[in-house]
């Protein structure tokens, strides 16, 4: 996929400039970068991955954090968080959705980009269909899941992006 792809991806679920946001399981930060196009200036974005040498090639003046988003993280009151290509790593994804979902502020926004499939190979060893991804989301606690964009990919046949909320109270 190009950086367009990547955009597209999240586009629709990054309502409005600015904000406070992390990009959880980060990586090489190719989304993370999609995601600070569409926050603009004065946005803070932290990118999480294990890999620290992964992180490094970030920059942009993006906070980077070392970590294993599966164990706590102390961020808190952020107004999204996107998790892409980073779930289907995690066998046992319910507390892990109950964490991101308290990072997030009331009314905060998750992002989520998986391939379409509810059966995994080595390297994506736990993907999930939107499908699967509704019940996930509603038994963590989030609401008004809804998809937001599809692109093909020769893994698997397509990708797709889905948007889910804290509730506001």
């Not at 090489?28 to 999480?48: C, K, M, N, Q, R």
């Amino acid at each position: 996929m190009n950086h367009a792809d990547l955009v597209a991806l999240l586009k629709p679920g990054v309502q409005e400039k600015g904000g406070r946001w992390a990009d959880l399981g980060a990586g090489e930060g190719a989304f993370t970068l999609a995601l600070a196009d569409l926050l603009g200036p004065g946005s803070h974005i932290t990118a999480v991955d294990k890999d620290g040498g992964a992180l490094r090639s970030i920059g942009h003046g993006i906070e980077t954090r070392v970590a294993d988003f599966t164990k706590g993280l102390d961020l808190h009151a952020l107004d999204g968080v996107v998790m892409a290509n980073s779930l289907h790593f995690v066998r046992n994804k319910a507390p892990v959705l109950e964490s991101v979902r308290d990072m997030l502020r009331p009314g905060g926004r998750l992002i989520v980009v998986e391939y379409s499939t509810d059966r995994g190979n080595p390297w994506v060893p736990h993907p999930f269909t939107y499908a699967t991804w509704v019940r996930m989301a509603e038994a963590a606690g989030l609401q008004g899941t809804e998809q937001l964009h599809s692109v093909p990919s020769r893994y698997f046949g397509s990708m797709y992006s889905a948007l889910s909320r804290r509730p506001a109270t």
